[in-house]
């Protein structure tokens, strides 16, 4: 990088474009930027006042969660595909009914914090297997949900 222009701004524009769990956001952060053009890339260089700033911006967003039953479960991953068969063993429960913002955790039974998640069926694992949650999007995409104590615990 020896030779590259140096740009620095104590009132850089810093977007904020997507939550520490992958959300999209629309935010920004002013803050002290270095900007180095190297080989026809900007490399943006934030400090650490800054670097905080964008971090609560980006982390005021909760986990993507579902209460069932008062228990709330947070996605554990997505899958997508036909392999998935569900048969008696899955217990229906209901479909998502509701949706709270996403800086909130879900207060409902059957209520999420990501509203493209409301409509979609839920199901209980079989009891041989475990006692996660599967919603169930369309035949092509399904969300996988487990409960992880602590994180939204009262205590």
Same mark, same amino acid.
């Given at each position: 990088?020896?030779?590259?222009? *140096?740009? @620095?701004?104590?009132?850089? $524009?810093?977007?904020?474009?997507?939550? *520490?769990?992958?959300?999209?956001?629309?935010?920004? =952060?002013?803050?002290?930027?270095?900007?180095?053009?190297?080989?026809?890339?900007?490399?943006?260089?934030?400090?650490?006042?800054? %670097?905080? #700033? +964008?971090?609560?911006?980006?982390?005021?967003?909760? $986990? %993507?969660?579902?209460? =069932?039953?008062? +228990?709330?479960?947070?996605?554990?991953? !997505?899958?997508?595909?036909?392999?998935?068969? !569900? &048969?008696?063993?899955? *217990? @229906?429960?209901?479909? +998502?009914?509701?949706?709270?913002?996403?800086?909130?955790?879900?207060?409902?039974?059957?209520?999420?914090? $990501? &509203? @493209?998640?409301?409509?979609? #069926?839920?199901? $209980?694992?079989?009891?041989?297997?475990?006692?996660?949650? *599967?919603?169930? %999007?369309?035949?092509?995409?399904?969300? @996988?949900?487990?409960?992880?104590?602590?994180?939204?615990?009262?205590?």
């Amino acid at each position: 990088m020896i030779g590259s222009e *140096i740009y @620095f701004s104590s009132g850089g $524009r810093i977007p904020v474009t997507h939550s *520490i769990w992958d959300d999209p956001l629309d935010e920004e =952060v002013i803050g002290d930027i270095v900007i180095v053009v190297f080989e026809g890339s900007r490399l943006w260089y934030i400090s650490e006042e800054a %670097h905080s #700033k +964008v971090m609560e911006v980006s982390s005021a967003v909760e $986990r %993507h969660s579902l209460m =069932v039953d008062g +228990v709330v479960y947070s996605l554990a991953g !997505i899958a997508g595909g036909g392999n998935l068969v !569900i &048969d008696d063993s899955y *217990i @229906f429960l209901g479909e +998502v009914l509701s949706c709270v913002p996403i800086d909130e955790y879900p207060a409902e039974n059957l209520q999420t914090n $990501r &509203d @493209f998640v409301v409509g979609m #069926k839920v199901y $209980r694992l079989p009891p041989d297997d475990n006692n996660d949650i *599967i919603a169930f %999007h369309s035949t092509d995409a399904y969300y @996988f949900y487990e409960y992880l104590p602590g994180e939204t615990d009262d205590n």
